[in-house]
């Protein structure tokens, strides 16, 4: 069993929707999580970090993470084609350290 | 554009052969961590590199190695290379010692190809 699951999708929706997308894990010593947004054939993004549990918004992405269930969120509201990408969870236990990626779930807007 | 840059930007080599890949961390980072993306995989660390060390080694073998520079640069080499080896390989750069330094900004990778 991976320390990071991730659904690998595709997840398919129409413009204007609201998208959320997950992460469970399975270490309880991660404080640090991370979304990062890929595109194809380009290295990863970083679109919000989140120490601990809470909530973080930043424009149409608003973070979760809940670690007594050990379950984050990432939510894109407003959806455009242009999030169409694959987003990838990650985590790691100290500041600065190794990251734990998801497998990445891939995301489709349609006009 | 995160200031990450990866040379070169695509190679081809066969098993067994050698091969090093090169990193130029975002200015004022201190800080280099390897990672291999596999196709329709996240990516896995490899080992990370801070002030000229390594400083942390992920589940690959020693035939995976590394150096950082005086700059901050950094190479990653792979000797005696497997078909497994195929991948994205990409490089973070980050500034440990801040507020910050949880933030790991990514190049956009050198992809491999082993025949």
């Known amino acids: 069993q991976k320390e990071v699951e991730q659904d690998p999708g595709p997840l398919s929706v129409p413009e204007g929707a609201i998208v959320s997308l997950n992460c469970t894990y399975s270490n309880s010593a991660f404080q640090y999580f991370m979304w990062y947004r890929q595109y194809s054939r380009k290295g990863p993004e970083l679109l919000m970090y989140?120490?601990?549990?809470g909530n973080k918004e930043d424009g149409r992405f608003t973070a979760q993470v809940d670690k007594s269930s050990k379950y984050i969120s990432l939510f894109i509201r407003d959806s455009q084609p242009s999030d169409s990408a694959t987003y990838l969870c990650?985590?790691?236990?100290?500041?600065?350290?190794?990251?734990?990626f998801g497998g990445g779930t891939r995301l489709m807007v349609k006009p | 554009e995160t200031g990450v840059t990866q040379s070169p930007t695509h190679l081809i080599k066969t098993r067994g052969q050698q091969v090093t890949l090169r990193c130029s961390s975002q200015s004022g980072h201190n800080t280099v961590s390897w990672y291999q993306q596999a196709l329709g995989q996240g990516p896995q660390f490899i080992f990370q590199?801070?002030?000229?060390?390594?400083?942390g080694r992920g589940n690959f073998p020693p035939r995976f190695s590394g150096l950082q520079f005086p700059n901050y640069s950094s190479e990653l080499n792979v000797n005696a290379l497997e078909l497994d080896d195929s991948a994205l390989y990409l490089c973070?750069?980050?500034?440990?010692?801040?507020?910050?330094?949880?933030?790991?900004?990514f190049g956009p990778g050198t992809r491999l190809l082993v025949l």
């Open positions: 973070a750069s980050s500034l440990v010692g801040t507020v910050n330094q949880e933030t790991q900004y």
């Open positions: 989140t120490y601990s549990s």
């Open positions: 590199y801070y002030r000229e060390e390594e400083n």
């Open positions: 990650a985590m790691t236990r100290n500041a600065g350290n190794m990251l734990t």
